[in-house]
């Protein structure tokens, strides 16, 4: 039975329907509980149905409870920690830890609800999305953008600083030009970079603009640069995708007609 309970809870067999179905559950109970707590800040839907709310927080607390308990207690068919001590050192993995902090404040607020300001453990129930990352589509997805960044870590280190080095001589132009204006925004370079960074970001609040054609002039030119300052990081990415999916591909091919692959590395495995 916690062989079972292990399967259901961390990897479904494809045929698996009830695994597939509980797994879909909870994804969905994850997703419902993050946006009811997104709701739930504003005050007018708040007060319209706080029964809900309630009754809805302690149901999720009560099913993912059972799920942490389910997890410890079946984790030990896992070879990792199937020796001593094994459920304190999964309860220490980085998901484990998600896990009990997403439902925790729920039991701290009911054992102790003056002891802590419970608008910062409240905030806490947002953690719970992370627990998206139980599902194995999601995480296979996570890890394939994880190992895009990774390979292409070198491009973007130096798209980023090209960026950077755009966004502090804009800003140093910028100031040289505004400085002298009378009340200009455009004190000091400092001030001037988050007028950079906007520009360059092409988010534009307004809150700081050039007065003189000169300064107007460079404005456009620095928003234009921002364009294909952002356009770079974006292709880098693409590329890594469209290597990352071929690479994937060739992998499945070999392991058809041929000696198995490494997903990552595409090098050859041992049978």
């Known amino acids: 039975m916690r062989r079972r309970v292990y399967e259901i809870l961390n990897n479904p067999r494809p045929g698996d329907t009830l695994g597939r179905v509980i797994s879909f559950a909870l994804l969905l109970l994850i997703a419902a509980n993050v946006a009811a707590n997104v709701l739930e800040t504003d005050a007018d ?49 980085p998901m484990a830890l998600i896990d009990l902090a997403s439902f925790a404040p729920f039991y701290v607020t009911l054992l102790a609800p003056t002891a ?18 139980r ?20 491009e973007i280190g130096v798209t980023l600083a090209v960026v950077a080095a755009a966004m502090l001589l804009s800003a140093g132009a910028m100031y040289m030009i505004e400085r002298h204006q ?23 609040y307004g809150d700081m603009v050039p007065t ?8 456009g030119f620095v928003g234009f640069l921002g ?31 041929g000696p198995r692959t ?10």
């Open 45 to 93: 839907i708040a007060a319209r149905a706080p029964q809900f709310f309630r009754t809805f927080e302690i149901v999720s607390v009560v099913v993912f409870t059972v799920e942490y308990v389910l997890r410890l207690w079946s984790v030990v068919e896992d070879p990792r920690f199937a020796q001593s001590l094994g459920r304190l050192r999964a309860a220490a993995q």
């Open 116 to 133: 802590f300001d419970l608008r910062y453990l409240r905030v806490l129930r947002l953690l719970r999305i992370f627990r998206l990352l």
């Open 135 to 154: 599902s194995r589509q999601i995480s296979d997805a996570f890890a394939m953008l994880a190992r895009v960044i990774h390979g292409k870590r070198a």
């Open 182 to 204: 009378p009340n200009t925004q455009f004190t000091s370079i400092p001030r001037a970079m988050w007028w950079a960074i906007v520009t360059v970001t092409t988010i534009g």
């Open 212 to 219: 003189t054609p000169l300064g107007k002039v460079l404005g």
């Open 227 to 257: 364009i294909c300052a952002l356009a770079l990081p974006v292709g880098i990415l693409s590329s890594g995708f469209i290597e990352e999916i071929n690479r994937k591909d060739k992998s499945g091919e070999s392991n058809v007609s």
């Open 262 to 271: 490494c997903a990552n590395c595409g090098h050859p495995q041992e049978p």
